[in-house]
């Protein structure tokens, strides 16, 4: 392991480690000693019926649903609901290529075994149910990868999720995603300070972060966000203000290993694994009623790719976000953002299931 | 110099290399003895009113257009037009860093002055009026970068053009164009192998420029494009295979300095400049009767930047065409595509002016 200062309290406020114990992985491996970093909010019922489960995006962590989402005014109501946020494992707080230690020591750096969105599924279910006593889910929801292990949820365990609610994200990556992680994924590997996984530091590959964070710029936000020069609104002169003061120092503080084991995640997200491929089979199991959420202005997550998955959900609604933003609207800077999930996250909470 | 054998008449086919002479330039410098890469088609008739220019993209050349645009059965008729199609400065084959040599030796590789748009019109402009006698232009087009030029000559030289037809590209190039120009040009600068631009081969930068194909996989193509995997009519099995031999080596074979040359200019393409910033002032310059053709599914030339351009054009029409395989349809590859092509600019050139 590495030390990293960006993973831990001081930058991520409040969470526990939660060892599940020996997490073995679809691809082969395990990982020893698996550790969750989760957040909680609220309080469970006597019923155990209240339980909402978010998971995270790719760099994401709780943090951004503790600041965003989360709140007595919005939908994910800690006064009402217990919220369980799940960081997923390489996000750098739960077991991380960079924070393996002790049992997992074996695996640290580029020895990290890979890890499948079935996988956090798996380790979230069994946290759920071995430490909170959790049996069912009102509400399953997240944005990005979060969508991705939200369909995950919804098609492994069907009984379990009444409610999902993927949020610009597919339940089958797509092609063009998978390239798009691929680009990304070779700005860090390609720095010649990233030494095949085994740096000292994530400052060694800080040019390769910081090439990340360009291509991020080029997809993340919608090509409206930079002619409109949104980004004024953050009080920043010029979009390279905005990059060096945003945007870069955001993916340097990383760790590439980290980002690395998610971006393979994020890759093979695929729920057709559960049914030899058949996608419409795999849908067909979802059981919770489920709201599909894309943001408008997404470029790599576009609403038509949704669309085509929600029409093979029973009972499922089509609610899409306009945000200028694209898809790291997801980060809730657009004022108007959070009212939208907040209207159909209280709609999808409110329905009789 | 280098020697790259990719750049000449076995790949190119036909064209003569002009000397226009002392070419200085708007960012200062010249080049000393500027060649113009020019390929003809047709005859110029006695009244001297049937020439069309041509104009080429980053990373083309008249190849294409020979290949795809030009012909008896197209609009680009050259039993009709006297067609000239000039390759831009930095392409490869007109005066570029890694062909720089006699008179121009002192410019080449890393030394080569940075180039813009309207240094290429004036050079063309000059090319025509010289070598050629041609004074007024039946029709200027051409696509992505061709289109900024098209614009350029439209703006600079309104009495010289009497119809203009830029595709999927803009007049003033877009914050958001800029941000992914520069990704292209770090996946390859950052190739260790680049070494500053004294690479000895262009194969010693291989990696940097697979990786630049990488990104234009991701933003050349539209998404849809990957998902109903519109490659398999190329006739390759996997996105991968596609990739590697199609779009990789279609990079791989290319020079560094040359790419990272038009690259620049077309992140700085502006017509605004000749109106201090004022681009409808510069837009409103134009007489040419104008189409301004966007294909509907470009990820970074989207149409609406096409009509913001479009709707301060006196007399303009907005055709656009249908394509999936996004920006990168200009290469013809849809069967659809050069029919689509054919009947606007057929239409256009009918129009008396």
């Known amino acids: 392991m590495i030390e990293n200062p960006f993973y831990g309290h001081e930058f991520h406020g409040d969470y526990d480690l939660v060892s599940i114990g020996k997490l073995d ?39 951004i649903f503790r600041d965003v989402y989360i709140g007595p005014d919005h939908a994910l109501n800690p006064e009402k609901y217990f919220i369980v946020v799940v960081d997923q494992i390489g996000s750098g707080l739960s077991t991380s290529p960079h924070n393996a230690d002790g049992p997992n020591a074996g695996i640290a750096m580029s020895r990290f075994p890979k890890v499948r969105i079935g996988d956090d599924v798996v380790a979230q279910e069994r946290l759920l149910r ?51 992680t691929k680009a990304l994924a070779e700005a860090i ?15 060694d590959v800080v040019d390769g972060l910081t090439r990340h ?6 997809m993340g936000f919608s090509t409206e966000f930079w002619k409109q020069e949104v980004w004024r609104a953050l009080e920043f002169e010029s979009k390279e203000a905005f990059l060096a003061g945003f945007l870069e120092p955001y993916f340097t503080a990383m760790d590439p ?29 979802i059981t919770a009623k489920t709201y ?13 790719d949704h669309v085509a998955e929600q029409e093979l959900i029973k009972g499922s609604e089509l609610r899409v976000i306009d945000d200028i933003l694209g898809h790291l609207g997801l980060f809730g800077v657009a004022p108007t953002y959070i009212g939208q999930v907040d209207r159909h996250l209280k709609d999808l909470l409110d329905t009789k299931v």
């Open 25 to 63: 992985l679809e691809e082969g491996g395990s990982i020893p000693d698996c550790h969750l970093a989760v957040a909680t909010f609220g309080t469970l019922n006597d019923a155990r019926d209240n339980a909402i489960l978010v998971s995270t995006w790719y760099s994401g962590t709780h943090q």
């Open 130 to 180: 071995e430490h909170f006593g959790v049996e069912t889910l009102a509400l399953v929801t997240g944005g990005s990868m979060g969508a991705q292990q939200t369909y995950e949820w919804a098609v492994r365990f069907p009984a379990k999720v009444l409610r999902a609610a993927p949020i610009a994200g597919t339940a089958q990556n797509t092609p063009h995603d998978f390239l798009y």
């Open 189 to 203: 590997t390609s720095d010649p300070g990233f030494n095949g996984g085994e740096y000292t530091s994530n400052a």
């Open 213 to 218: 964070a360009g291509i991020w710029a080029v």
């Open 257 to 285: 290993n980290d980002l690395l084991s998610m971006a393979w995640k994020w890759q093979r997200g695929d729920v057709a694994r559960h049914t030899g491929g058949d996608l419409a089979a795999a849908l067909g199991r």
């Open 292 to 304: 599909v959420l894309p943001i408008n202005e997404d470029m790599f997550f576009p609403v038509r």
